[in-house]
């Protein structure tokens, strides 16, 4: 099947400083590509949809300018957390959409990074 | 809005025993229901999906039914198995390409 990677799988960084997450999709190329977040017992909250070559679209209450997101190729996608706070700290997923007359609208999911701000 | 609500975990079981995690949404219209899984270390997987009322989706053993009149989406196994411990989400798509809602997830651990 469908696999999507995501790397760092864990990262700690200082305050301040700015972190890349990387999502990829290893087998399949994805025009559009999603981003989560999870807090502890909580659900995945949308971020950001991006599709390939053009700008991401956030949802009411992301800050683009703190989470940029690039969508250069077709098979990956990051999200950069600028100037972290310890509040950014969570659990970051990114999903890859396959969407063909087939398959219908399918979304495979990375693993997951694990961001912890001191 | 609309929103998925799912029972709290953890749920711990023995091997063998009935599963049911219930599952309720809030929609203005008719979305498409999903149930995703989550093992340890891994992506979430779908599980299965029901794209309008009635339908019944089933996949490895798992079955769930879109009841329109309760709005509920409850995910059900006759027997579960050690392998089936991980963290399961319920969730709503209103149409090909729209957003997904998720419930917070519920932890299943299933004891030999």
């Known amino acids: 099947g469908a696999v999507v990677s995501q790397h760092p799988s864990w990262v700690i960084c200082k305050s301040g400083t700015s972190v890349k997450i990387e999502c990829r999709s290893l087998?399949?190329?994805?025009?559009?590509m999603f981003w989560y977040r999870q807090f502890p017992k909580q659900s995945l909250m949308l971020m950001a949809t991006?599709?390939?070559?053009?700008?991401?679209?956030?949802e009411q209450g992301v800050e683009k300018d703190k989470f940029l997101i690039n969508h250069a190729s077709l098979t990956l996608s990051t999200l950069t957390v600028t100037s972290a706070h310890p509040e950014d700290s969570s659990f970051y997923i990114c999903s890859a959409r396959i969407w063909d007359r087939e398959s219908t609208d399918t979304q495979y999911f990375g693993p997951g990074t694990r961001l912890t701000v001191l | 809005g609309d929103s998925v609500t799912q029972m709290e975990g953890p749920v711990t079981l023995s091997e063998e025993a009935f599963l049911t995690i219930n599952c309720t949404y809030t929609a203005t219209g008719y979305p498409s229901l999903f149930w995703y899984v989550q093992y340890p270390g891994e992506g979430l997987q779908l599980l299965l999906k029901?794209?309008?009322?009635?339908d019944k989706g089933s996949n490895k053993g798992f079955e769930a039914t879109y009841r329109k009149e309760t709005t509920s989406f409850h995910l059900e196994k006759g027997s579960v198995q050690v392998s089936d411990s991980a963290v399961y989400f319920c969730a709503l798509q209103y149409n090909q390409g729209g957003k997904l809602i998720f419930g917070q997830g519920t932890e299943l651990s299933v004891k030999p």
């Open positions: 087998d399949f190329q994805a025009t559009t």
């Open positions: 991006s599709n390939e070559g053009s700008k991401a679209t956030y």
């Open positions: 029901a794209t309008k009322a009635d």
